[in-house]
C-alpha cells in the first residue's frame, strides 16, 4: 500500500464580493480514511471543495499537497498530482456506454485521445490495458455488468457508482465526493457507504461532504464542521455528536442553551 496523501489547507480565506465564504480555515491530514465534511447550508463546504480541486483560487492561503504548494494549479493539474472530484448534479456521458465514461478517464494513461483509442482498439496493446483496468474499477464499483450499457438507462444509484469509478480511474491519492448519497434510497446509500470504506482501505484518503450527517459519522474516521465559513469543530463522529457548538449550528440555538438542554436532560433520567 503506497504511503497516505498529505494535504494540508492552510488559512484559506476565499471571499466573493466582500462576503467570506471560507474564512481563515485550516486542518492538516495525512493518515489515509475517510474524512467528514459537514455544515448548514451555506457553511462553505462546496467553496472549500472548489479550491481543493482547483476550480478556485483563495482570496488568501494556501493548499499544500505531499509537502507542495499547489494553491490555485488548474484542475486538470490537482488531477495530474492525484485529485478527484463528483459534483453535486450527477456528471456522466449519459450517450456513452458504462465502459466508455469509465475510458474516457484514461486519456492521458493511453497516450492518446480516449475517443480515438476506443474506435481504434487494435492499434496498440495499451489500450486494451486500459479497458481491463477499467473494467476492474467497475466491478469494484458493482457495475461491471452494464459496461456495455449506455449510462443513462441505469438507475440512478448505478450512474452515481459509474461517476466515482470514472474519478478512481485517474488514480487519484485525495478523493473528494461532494453529496454522492444525495437521492439514493436507504439500500443504495448503504451500498455506496461500503464501497468508500473499500476505496480509503485501499489507501486513497476521501474527503466526503454529505448532508446525511448519519452516515458520514457512520463512515468517518474524522469529521470537519464549517459554519459560516469557520471551522468550528474538528474531532472524531463521537466527539463532533457531542460537541454543544455543532449542535447549535444545526438546531439553531446558542451552545450554552444546548448545554443547558443536556443538563436538564441528564437531571431529569437521573430523578426518574
Do not use: C, W
Not at 455506496?192 to 459519522?217: C, K, N, R
Amino acid at each position: 500500500m503506497s504511503q497516505h496523501v498529505s494535504v494540508e489547507v492552510r488559512s484559506v480565506t476565499k471571499d466573493f464580493g466582500g462576503v467570506s465564504a471560507i474564512d481563515d480555515v485550516s486542518f492538516h491530514h495525512d493518515t489515509g480514511g475517510v474524512i467528514g465534511l459537514i455544515g448548514p447550508n451555506g457553511a462553505g463546504k462546496t467553496t472549500l471543495f472548489n479550491i481543493l480541486s482547483g476550480a478556485d483560487r483563495p482570496t488568501s492561503g494556501s493548499i499544500v499537497l505531499n509537502d507542495e504548494d499547489v494553491t490555485g494549479q488548474a484542475p486538470y493539474r490537482m488531477n495530474h498530482r492525484g485529485v478527484a472530484r463528483t459534483f453535486q448534479n450527477l456528471e456522466v456521458f449519459t450517450s456513452l456506454t458504462v465502459a466508455e465514461n469509465v475510458m474516457v478517464s484514461r486519456q492521458r494513461f493511453m497516450g492518446r485521445g480516449p475517443l480515438l483509442s476506443m474506435i481504434t482498439p487494435a492499434n496498440s496493446g495499451n489500450v486494451r490495458r486500459q479497458r481491463e483496468y477499467a473494467q476492474q474499477l467497475l466491478e469494484r464499483a458493482g457495475v461491471d455488468q452494464y459496461a456495455d450499457e449506455f449510462v443513462g438507462n441505469l438507475p440512478y444509484g448505478d450512474q452515481r457508482r459509474v461517476e466515482i469509478a470514472r474519478a478512481m480511474a485517474t488514480e487519484p491519492q485525495l478523493l473528494l465526493l461532494d453529496e454522492p448519497l444525495a437521492g439514493l434510497s436507504r439500500a443504495e446509500s448503504a451500498g455506496l457507504t461500503e464501497l468508500m470504506t473499500q476505496t480509503a482501505a485501499d489507501g486513497i484518503t476521501i474527503i466526503l461532504v454529505e448532508h446525511d450527517v448519519a452516515s458520514v459519522m457512520g463512515v468517518s474516521d474524522r469529521v470537519l464542521v464549517l459554519n459560516t465559513g469557520q471551522l468550528l469543530a474538528d474531532g472524531t463522529a463521537a466527539q463532533i455528536q457531542h460537541d454543544s457548538r455543532v449542535q447549535a449550528a444545526y438546531l439553531g440555538v446558542s451552545p450554552q442553551s444546548s448545554t443547558d438542554q443536556t443538563n436538564d436532560d441528564t437531571a431529569a433520567r437521573d430523578a426518574e
